[in-house]
């Protein structure tokens, strides 16, 4: 079976402090990966997608960055948070041998102070 | 005119009761469509998907899907306090299927 890991789960950060969090995909090959934040009480936000190694497509211009250095990992990353980065992120993965749907990890929050 | 539309809710049922949750998407050709439930606090996890009109069923879910009238709703019969959570809907839009997009989500409170 598939296994979806981020870490950490919670994250209090000052601003202007750098950004690391990680996603990896276990038991399947391929996939497709997706950052998405979700501010509190508000929907999904699409930041970046990737359909193979070193493929990233920005969803919105910000101070994030994304990278996707194995085909099962994928790095969402700021060189220097601001106050609007606080929220729930969120890593999926997309099964394409079936309808494209997402399975999202445990999520990570992050609360820039 | 949001792409997917949902009301917020929050939706109110008594326990026992069907809880009929509803979503409208706006591209006429969007493909595959999704429920995720989201506990608040949590992920959301993925319920059900259909691509083809009619029902399906799984379980105490019901998923319907309406391609003329470009609506898409969860039944959820036999509703139980734990389903009290918010249900985002998700469609695939035309055009490709490296994007879902998600609706700003349900509110479901299941009354014991």
């Not at chain 2, 391609?67 to 959820?76: C, D, N, P, T």
């Amino acid at each position: 079976s598939q296994t979806i890991h981020q870490w950490p789960a919670t994250l209090v950060q000052p601003v202007g402090s750098p950004l690391s969090l990680e996603c990896t995909v276990e038991g399947t090959s391929n996939p497709n990966l997706y950052w998405y934040r979700q501010a509190a009480g508000r929907g999904l936000q699409l930041l970046f997608y990737s359909v193979g190694i070193g493929q990233i497509s920005s969803e919105v211009p910000q101070n994030l960055s994304a990278s996707r250095p194995q085909d099962r990992q994928f790095i969402l990353s700021s060189k220097k948070l601001l106050l609007s980065d606080s929220g729930f992120y969120l890593c999926a993965w997309g099964d394409r041998r079936s309808s494209y749907e997402q399975y999202f990890g445990p999520g990570t929050r992050l609360t820039v102070t | 005119q949001k792409e997917v539309e949902q009301n917020s809710g929050p939706l109110s049922v008594p326990e026992g009761a069907i809880a009929s949750l509803n979503c409208t998407y706006s591209d006429r050709g969007s493909q595959s469509f999704f429920w995720y439930r989201q506990y608040s606090g949590k992920s959301p996890e993925l319920i059900m998907f259909i691509y083809s009109n009619g029902d399906k069923e799984d379980g105490r879910f019901t998923a319907q899907l309406n391609k003329a009238s470009q609506y898409v709703s969860l039944l959820i019969r036999d509703s139980q306090p734990s389903d009290s959570a918010t249900y985002l809907c998700a469609v695939i839009p035309s055009g490709g299927y490296q994007k879902v997009t998600f609706g700003t989500g349900t509110k479901l409170q299941v009354i014991p």
